[in-house]
């Protein structure tokens, strides 16, 4: 079987696969899965159809309660049916799971894992929200790739049919779910191969119809409820096997080859990690690097969590292991342990109980990762020293500083996994709806269906969303790319500015490579653009001896009549710098993929793109370096040196970007925070400043309600004051 190379995100990868092989899409909207929907819906609006010929019907409905109930009712009618949700909307379908699984109804529930809501909202990535999901009688199979999102869509559709048991397939949200990169696609030849005919009209015929009736969903008695709900033992007893047996076929027709839990390592391993999801790609690397030191550690991946297959854990585990670290990205307020923790305790010790092992491993449970919190190799590299130890933490964190319950593991920040070779990094700084991230998206397309590179787009985004800094993380290079985490200090060989304004507020430079590319859009004349930089910016461009190049971005957009839409001009501006294509190439991708992008907003919004774009680079130039300092600027306070205690503790340094570095201690445990802080943001983001016009002034009072920066403010007074 052929498979085309395709560069794109995790969310597009498991939307292909259901679109495919489904008749019944019932979406409704959660970040981070809603770009699931927008797929199956844009590619049924096209007339794009399933493997059965038809157009999948994609209805919207009003809650994710709401579709659970249209899948619900789409499956007991012998359609094939999906969906996406994550986070308080896969809660909200719980009731219909409970269901589904109950009447062994074949179906795949694809979720972009997010944190629940719990003392905040977050939207961003973590296994709380399918690890409430473990009584519902779903199978659950997780993707640690973009790759895995694309092969396991396919595995859990196979693998549901056969067993009749429903799957949530979930990958980390953001991380995997946005992450884009360079796949296998399987063709509709290998999809229509691993799809049974005969379990998909074996699942239309137990469809509830008048031509064969029964009466499916009693109510029952304590007489017979117990006995009806052992009475599914079996089928969750061989679905493993099934499983199992679903990824032999799809090795032999694709050569990537899966198992339930999949070891990595040394044979001999003492000390292993057990985990799941995208963490596995950090993980990876840091054994590699530390085998190639001569230690003797290892990686467990699992890949279906439900029904937990114990025998299968123990036989993947090298049998001289004397050390575990299971890691679960959630947390159990009030558990002595996190699930899949407990699940692993629990079956080592059966089997020492049993006989069937003779040394009980000693293991030990972590919580890393809530929150799309960072997990690096050398976090990693901190939990396999914390094993070294005679008595390892238990439980533990990484990646915080628990100065509470003093849970958090010392780690080396300055721990690096071995280098792959040829691999280029670079770090875009940009504004939220400024277009950076879409340029990003492109060019990071461009580069993996234009070149042999693999590539790595990653996006890191604030909830505030527009007018917040974005920060893109682009890889790309000669072998596959499994770094699951943020480029990281001295690491980028290219970094852009897109946002002048941000010099006075990020220490961007941090991430700057020696010798590397530094790209500012400034307004200043290219003469004055050195003098221009604060101090320490200065500093930072000349002791890494980095290239400096600058381009009045924000002119050539306002010239070119697009407003403060930067994207395509800073996109044209990284290919002249880092020629990976051809400058004349790479200027008609860039196109072409404006065209794909704004096609359909009409001819006028093409040409003022294409003239910004061709405008770029004669705007573009490179400034000269001075061997010394010669800024008067230095950076502002982050607050004003009034502010009160708890903004000067807490607040400033989450605008500085720095709240990774405050410690549980100084957050508010119930989640109430005090008023008034926003209003020690300054922000300053706008190109253009308001002025009252007295004499067109309709005294309407709308302006303090519509000026989204509070410049123009009224009061309201008793007429008899006037």
Same mark, same amino acid.
């Given at each position: ?9 995790? /969310? ?9 092989? /489904? ?96 003392? %905040? ?203 575990? %670290? ?67 933490? /238990? ?17 080396? #920040? ?25 340029? /990003? ?26 007018? %917040? ?44 490579? #020696? ?7 400034? #307004?200043?004349?290219?003469?004055? %653009? ?143 925070? #005090? ?48």
């Amino acid at each position: 079987m052929s498979a085309a190379q395709v560069t794109l995100d995790g /969310n597009e990868a498991a939307a292909y696969i259901a679109h495919l092989t /489904n008749e019944v899409v019932a979406i409704y909207p959660i970040t981070p899965a809603s770009p699931m929907g927008e797929w199956s819906d844009e590619w049924s609006s096209l007339g794009v159809r399933n493997l059965w010929d038809t157009v999948p019907a994609v209805v919207e409905m009003q809650s994710e309660a709401g579709a659970a109930g249209a899948t619900h009712g789409a499956l007991q009618a012998g359609a094939l049916a999906t969906g996406f949700t994550a986070s308080q909307g896969l809660l909200l379908m719980i009731p219909n799971m409970y269901k589904i699984a109950g009447e062994l109804t074949p179906h795949v529930l694809h979720v972009s894992a997010r944190s629940l809501a719990a003392q %905040a909202l977050s939207i961003f990535g973590d296994h709380s929200d399918v690890m409430a999901c473990r009584g519902t009688g779903f199978a659950m199979l997780c993707a640690a790739s973009v790759q895995e999102v694309m092969d396991f869509a396919l595995l859990a559709q196979a693998a549901s049919l056969a067993g009749r048991i429903p799957f949530v397939h979930f990958f980390d949200g953001f991380r995997t779910s946005h992450e884009i990169s360079k796949v296998a696609q399987p063709d509709r030849a290998t999809v229509r191969a691993m799809i049974d005919e005969e379990l998909v009209r074996a699942h239309r015929h137990r469809a509830l119809s008048p031509d064969h009736p029964v009466l499916r969903g009693t109510s029952q008695n304590p007489d017979v409820y117990f006995q009806g709900r052992e009475s599914v033992n079996p089928y969750y007893a061989r679905l493993p096997g099934l499983v199992q047996a679903v990824m032999d076929r799809y090795a032999a027709l694709t050569g990537r080859q899966y198992r339930l839990f999949e070891y990595v390592g040394a044979a001999d391993a003492e000390r292993v990690i057990v985990l799941m999801g995208s963490g596995i790609g950090a993980v990876e690397e840091t054994v590699e690097t530390l085998l190639a030191r001569g230690e003797r550690v290892g990686l467990l991946k699992v890949r279906l969590y439900r029904p937990f297959a114990a025998d299968a854990l123990l036989a993947a585990l090298p049998a001289g292991v004397r050390r575990i %670290a299971v890691l679960d990205r959630t947390k159990e307020p009030g558990a002595d342990g996190e699930p899949l923790y407990k699940d692993v305790l629990g079956a080592l010790a059966q089997a020492h109980a049993d006989g069937r092992i003779e040394r009980m491993p000693r293991v030990v449970g972590g919580r890393y990762g809530l929150s799309s919190k960072e997990f690096t190799p050398a976090m990693v590299a901190g939990i396999y020293a914390e094993l070294g130890r005679e008595r390892p933490r /238990n439980p533990f964190t990484v990646g915080i500083i628990d100065d509470l319950s003093h849970t958090s593991l010392d780690w080396d #920040p300055g721990f690096q996994p071995r280098a792959a070779a040829g691999v280029s990094r670079c770090v875009f700084y940009g504004l939220g709806s400024d277009g950076t991230v879409s340029a /990003n998206k492109n060019s990071i397309k461009i580069i993996g269906d234009h070149t042999d590179f693999q590539v790595q787009g990653y996006f890191e985004y604030d909830s505030k969303k527009a007018g %917040a800094v974005t920060i893109s993380h682009l890889r790309f290079g000669p072998t596959p790319i499994r770094s699951t985490y943020l480029i990281g200090a001295g690491e980028a060989q290219f970094v852009a500015c897109h946002q002048p304004n941000f010099l006075n507020r990020y220490d961007m430079l941090a991430k700057a490579a #020696p010798l590397g590319v530094f790209l500012l859009n400034t #307004p200043e004349p290219v003469h004055r %653009a050195w003098d221009s930089l604060p101090r320490p910016v200065q500093d930072t461009i000349i002791a890494k001896q980095l290239s400096f190049y600058v381009i009045d971005a924000y002119g050539i957009a306002q010239a070119a009549g697009m407003g403060r839409r930067i994207n395509t001009i800073m996109q044209a501006c990284f290919f002249a710098i880092t020629k990976i294509l051809d400058p004349t190439e790479a200027i008609g991708e860039i196109k072409a993929m404006v065209q794909k992008t704004y096609g359909r907003k009409g001819r006028r919004l093409l040409e003022r793109n294409y003239a910004a774009i061709d405008a770029a680079l004669a705007g573009l130039y490179r400034v000269t370096v001075p061997i010394a300092a010669s800024s008067t600027i230095e950076l502002p306070p982050v607050v004003a040196a009034n502010a009160p205690e708890f903004v000067q503790r807490v607040t400033a340094t989450l605008i500085a970007g720095l709240g990774a570095r405050l410690p549980v201690s100084a957050m508010p445990a119930d989640g109430s925070w #005090p008023l008034g802080t926003a209003a020690y943001e300054k922000r300053q983001l706008a190109l253009e400043i308001p002025r009252w016009e007295p004499d067109l002034c309709t005294h309407c009072g709308k302006c303090p309600f519509a000026c989204p920066h509070a410049a123009i403010r009224s009061k309201v007074f008793d007429a008899a004051l006037a």
